[in-house]
């Protein structure tokens, strides 16, 4: 690589194209007695600006979005096909088909106010249809900003300043990091798509991409903080936190190390192949060197690549992700809600709980299973829990297990990395059983 990569131009375009993507997605401003960033106000100002009219434009999406893909699917017209932003966003297999066509059924029942209380309830349909109307404005308020954080270089400077700390503990390249403090100050599901656009592109391999999903994709110190008050202990929020951080960090280091994570290919996007450069030169510096990458990814950066780029995930996200979204969302949570299918499963979890002693374990069991499908479910669940401490470890336990079919899961499913239902519940096994007995240990220190 020559030095003239690092000329005015691409200096200027690394450092103020980075500054704002940072500024937008990284920055944490005060809110109340948390935190958020400026992509999240844009959220809020876009959800007010649609109003009540949200659930309608959502649902008038779901109707394009199975139309167009039923249509394409039987005729394939070449006005589509030959489209690059229409193919990606009406395309599906016969699964994903009858997925997507499921999603616009729900979101007409709940919107228009017909059908089974089973599917309209605000614990089910109602739920998710809220959820994807709050999606739908991530979606658009971060499109046209990822960019920013991804083509303008902070990226590749990050990854070579912090890969001699997060390649070894993590065993992913350094360039992670910008996931993981995306996600703790913004919201889980932009970190998980972040990684997903970054594997399509070559900068993750297969396993790299899976593991960060997986295991940085956080929830939000503002819903951290909603959960803490949803169970009542918003009186202990900075142990609580604290718990959460801690128990992330220990779980990200063990499961990166063990199957199935440690068994998934360690190849890149076969259509890309690698384009990730972190190692320095011997002859170079690091500072040095991450800066000639900065400048050298800032090189290509135009205006160009936020329309293309924002167009393309606008595309895939609202017409392909979001009626998936609301379909699995909304038949896990009615699986979740209206059959004892958790109770059940939860039997050995009881067992387990008990042997850490965990106080009430018979009724916080199934809060501690339920987690896979909603984040929000196990908090709503120990509602009635007297011990303190009990409500700390589940709540905190809900948090890390970061699984949740309703948010990342489906966007980890409907990638091209190969983690299908099977192995992500594995994983989410994983995480629970590791967390209970660190989060007891925590527990039994922080609150006595």
């Not at 929830?219 to 936190?241: D, H, K, W």
């Not at 038949?331 to 009430?360: C, D, H, K």
Request: aromatic share 12%; proline share 5%; net charge neutral.
């Amino acid at each position: 690589m020559r030095e003239k990569k690092i000329t005015t131009k691409n200096l200027l375009k690394f450092i103020f194209g980075s500054a704002f993507g940072i500024l937008m997605f990284l920055v944490p401003i005060p809110q109340g007695d948390s935190f958020t960033t400026l992509l999240d106000y844009i959220k809020s100002f876009l959800k007010n600006l649609f109003g009540a009219s949200l659930p309608y434009v959502l649902m008038v999406l779901m109707i394009i979005s199975g139309v167009l893909t039923l249509y394409n699917f039987i005729c394939k017209p070449d006005w589509i096909q030959n489209n690059n932003y229409l193919k990606k966003g009406f395309s599906a297999t016969p699964f994903y088909l009858i997925s997507k066509e499921l999603g616009m059924v729900i979101a007409c029942m709940v919107v228009l106010g017909f059908g089974p209380e089973w599917v309209l309830s605000a614990d089910t349909g109602a739920s998710m249809v809220d959820l994807c109307c709050t999606l739908v404005c991530i979606v658009l308020s971060f499109s046209f900003l990822m960019p920013f954080l991804t083509d303008c270089g902070i990226m590749e400077f990050f990854g070579v300043i912090l890969r001699p700390v997060v390649h070894p503990l993590f065993k992913v390249p350094g360039r992670a990091s910008i996931d993981l403090i995306a996600s703790w100050f913004g919201a889980s599901n932009a970190a998980a798509i972040l990684t997903r656009e970054q594997y399509m592109r070559g900068f993750y391999t297969k396993r790299e991409a899976g593991y960060i999903m997986t295991n940085f994709s956080l929830v939000s110190i503002p819903f951290c903080l909603l959960v803490a008050t949803t169970v009542g202990i918003s009186n202990l929020f900075p142990a609580f936190y604290l718990s959460i951080c801690i128990t992330g960090v220990v779980l990200a280091v063990i499961i990166a190390r063990i199957p199935p994570i440690r068994t998934l290919p360690d190849t890149y996007q076969e259509q890309v192949g690698q384009q990730l450069v972190e190692d320095v030169p011997p002859e170079k510096g690091r500072l040095a060197y991450a800066v000639e990458l900065g400048c050298k990814r800032a090189e290509s950066f135009h205006v160009k690549n936020i329309l293309e780029g924002g167009m393309e995930v606008v595309m895939g996200m609202l017409f392909d992700l979001i009626p998936i979204v609301i379909a699995w969302g909304t038949v896990a949570l009615i699986i979740a809600t209206y059959t004892p299918v958790f109770n059940w499963l939860s039997y050995p979890m009881r067992l387990y709980l008990q042997v850490f002693g965990v106080a009430e374990a018979a009724t916080v069991a199934p809060a501690t299973l339920v987690g896979f499908m909603d984040m929000f479910i196990p908090a709503l669940l120990i509602g009635g829990v007297e011990s303190v401490k009990t409500k700390f470890i589940i709540g905190a336990l809900s948090l890390v297990q970061i699984i949740y079919l309703t948010e990342v899961g489906t966007i980890i499913i409907k990638s091209e990395i190969p983690l299908n239902l099977w192995k992500l519940f594995v994983i989410f096994l994983e995480r629970t059983l590791i967390a209970i007995p660190i989060l007891v240990l925590l527990a039994n220190l922080f609150v006595g």
